[in-house]
């Protein structure tokens, strides 16, 4: 083997042993919440629009989704292993001011009968991230 040719093929490898490791794995999915149809009007609700998306990049082994400049409203969003959710400059997550949307099924199993609501929720996950210079707004003093 030339020495080019190995130089050559030295990130693939060293690549393919990160991942191996349990490092960081390379981008397989990235996708944009607008093609999913949410719509950042800021009024509306666009919860199943953003879930679809989180959980077709997880289904693609992994990556991020991104959130253009605009408002979305939201309710409740669960986050998955190996995505990374991207708010780009301009991007707002708004909560919704409906209580009702941040009820989740596997909230009604928790000990003592408590639902927990959340905006942003990972459970049993890896490698999750939340990034970009967007904002978060959960609107708390409405309720």
Same mark, same amino acid.
């Given at each position: ?92 997550? +708004? ?8 009820? !989740?099924?596997?909230?009604?199993? @928790?000990?003592? &009968?408590?639902? $927990? /609501?959340? +905006? ?8 999750? !991230?939340?990034?970009?210079?967007? @904002?978060?707004? &959960?609107?708390? $003093? /409405?309720?």
């Amino acid at each position: 083997m030339l020495r080019r040719d190995f130089l050559s093929a030295l990130p693939f490898a060293l690549g393919i042993a990160a991942a191996s490791r349990g490092f960081a794995a390379p981008i397989l999915a990235a996708k944009n919440i607008l093609e999913y149809g949410a719509k950042p009007d800021g009024k509306t609700l666009n919860t199943k629009a953003i879930q679809r998306a989180i959980d077709d990049v997880f289904q693609a082994g992994g990556g991020v989704v991104n959130a253009p400049t605009g408002t979305f409203l939201t309710g409740r969003i669960e986050l998955k292993s190996r995505v990374t959710l991207n708010l780009e400059a301009g991007s707002i997550l +708004l909560g919704s001011e409906s209580i009702s949307d941040y009820d !989740a099924n596997s909230d009604s199993s @928790r000990k003592g &009968g408590g639902k $927990p /609501r959340h +905006l942003i929720f990972a459970q049993d996950a890896v490698d999750v !991230a939340l990034t970009g210079p967007g @904002r978060i707004d &959960g609107q708390g $003093p /409405r309720f």
